[in-house]
């Protein structure tokens, strides 16, 4: 059964501050996706990446296919980039196009 | 991309009736699903939206709890039926484009009191 970790839960930072959020996955994957959802409960797709590195502004996204590992990384967060941050992979249950997420990661970015 | 909405954006309702959400996409999708995320848990896929034929569930999801329509390529409804305070939860519709990427809709935030 696939399952999606990610750490941390929660994370508290202040403006300015590089932050980290870890994602691993247990079975091999076609594609992860990493999406934020802000309070209101809508959700916002990020990226979804197979290999390598993506960029867009101040997010990247990195993937190590053979350690089953993903990184979502925020340069000089600021308080808007407050939400809740859920990786996500296909290849749950046979069928490819089926996400397995994880249960999330709270920031919190204080001015 | 795919721009998706959803009506309504929230709601309260008694425990015994039913709700019907509609999500509309900006762009004719093949596959389409409903999400349900109950508070403090993550996503769980509900079912997913067949254009002309009944929908997929998945296990712990029945039609005559979540029944699904999806008449065209652009449109689809989940209805909540004899809502209890346990489905009070966020509800996202989602599509999938080419190459495996899926586009949420905003939610439908449901209160059952």
């Known amino acids: 059964k696939n399952e999606v970790e990610q750490s941390p839960q929660n994370l508290t930072a202040q403006e300015g501050e590089f932050i980290t959020i870890n994602c691993s996955y247990s079975?091999?994957?076609?594609?992860l996706h990493w999406l934020q959802q802000h309070p209101g409960g809508g959700i916002v797709s990020l990226f979804m990446?197979?290999?390598g590195k993506k960029k867009h502004g101040r997010l990247i996204a990195t993937i190590n296919i053979q350690e089953k590992h993903s990184s979502l990384h925020i340069t000089a967060s600021h308080p808007r980039d407050s939400a809740v941050y859920i990786c996500?992979?296909?290849?749950?249950?046979?069928?490819?196009?089926?996400?397995?997420f994880g249960k999330g990661t709270l920031l919190t970015v204080n001015p | 991309s795919a721009v998706i909405s959803q009506k309504p954006s929230r709601d309260i309702c008694q425990r015994g009736t039913s709700l019907t959400i509609q999500c509309q996409v900006d762009?004719?999708?093949?596959?389409m699903f409903w999400y349900r995320q109950q508070p403090g848990q993550s996503l769980t896929l509900i079912a997913t939206a067949n254009q002309g034929s009944e929908a997929t569930y998945e296990s712990g999801f029945v039609i005559d709890k979540f029944p699904i329509s999806r008449p065209n390529l652009t449109f689809s409804t989940l209805t909540v039926s004899n809502m209890s305070p346990e489905d009070s939860s966020i509800y996202l519709c989602s599509v999938l484009v080419p190459r495996y990427e899926q586009y949420f809709g905003p939610g439908t935030r449901l209160t059952v009191t």
């Open positions: 996500a992979d296909n290849n749950s249950g046979g069928s490819n196009y089926k996400l397995t």
């Open positions: 990446l197979s290999s």
């Open positions: 079975v091999g994957i076609s594609a």
């Open positions: 762009s004719q999708v093949t596959m």
